[in-house]
Each structure stands twice: as C-alpha cells, then as structure tokens.
C-alpha cells in the first residue's frame, strides 16, 4: 500500500525508480528517422529533408546522452549516421540528376521532342539521344 507522497509501484517486489524509465525520445526519433531516410535516400524529401533532421536530432541526443542526462547513446549515434549516409547519397544523386538535365545531349532531345509532330519523330528524337549518350 502507497503512502502520501510514495509512489505506487505496479507490482509487488518492484521497486525501480521513475526516473531511470527516462527515455531518450530523441534518439528514438533519429533511429526512425535515419532507417526512413535511408530507404527513401532517392528522393529529396527522404534523404535530404529526413537525413538532415535525423542527423540533428541524433547529435542532440548522442550528447545529451554522453552527459549522463538520457540513454540510448549507441541508438542516437546510430540513427545519426545513417541520416548522414542517406544525406550524401541523395545529395550523391541530386547531382547526378542535375548534371544530366542540365547536359546538352538532353537539351538537344527535349528540344526534339518538343519539335516533333508524331510518335514516329519522337521515338526517332528517342533513337538520337539514345546514339548520343552511348557515343560519349
């Protein structure tokens, strides 16, 4: 039986205290975070936009946890490497992407397909490109 001002513990012989329950939800949320950002690395919002809060949120936790203030400190660390890693791979295909509509082989095919007045110029404008990047 509790007393006034003792807390009630759930069970007999159970006697943990409250405060070492304490979660690291930060490191929760970076772990999810990173795993997410890791699988969607492929696109901008799920490897940048996620890796980014997810390597924030994981060096907040990460140091809250090295000064003894929450745990999970190998779940913090872990959740914000791979933010970073799903960081650099997108950033990795963001400029692969970037360099390829950017590239005058794929100015000269848009230009084409949008000049082209039925299929069979487009897929000859298809035909070209195809030609083009297989020469370079």
């Known amino acids: ?6 807390p009630a513990y759930p069970y007999p012989g159970h006697h943990e205290n409250p ?3 304490a979660s690291n939800g930060l490191a929760i949320a970076a772990l999810v975070l990173g795993i ?11 490897g940048v936009i996620l890796g980014l809060v997810g390597l924030v949120l994981g060096i907040i936790a990460a ?15 872990l959740g914000a490497v ?14 692969i992407g970037v360099s390829f509509l950017t ?8 230009d084409c397909v949008q000049h082209a007045d039925n299929k069979s110029e487009r897929e000859q404008c298809s035909d070209d490109f195809e ?3 297989n020469d370079n």
């Open 36 to 46: 997410t950002a890791c699988v969607f690395f492929w696109t901008v919002f799920g």
């Open 82 to 95: 791979l933010s970073a890693l799903a960081v650099i791979a997108s950033s990795v295909i963001v400029a």
């Open 63 to 77: 140091r809250r946890a090295r000064g003894g203030r929450a745990p999970h400190r190998v779940m913090a660390i």
């Open 131 to 133: 030609r083009d990047v």
């Open 1 to 6: 039986m509790a007393h006034y001002g003792q």
């Open 103 to 110: 590239s005058d082989s794929f100015k000269d095919y848009n």
């Open 19 to 21: 405060e070492a329950r």
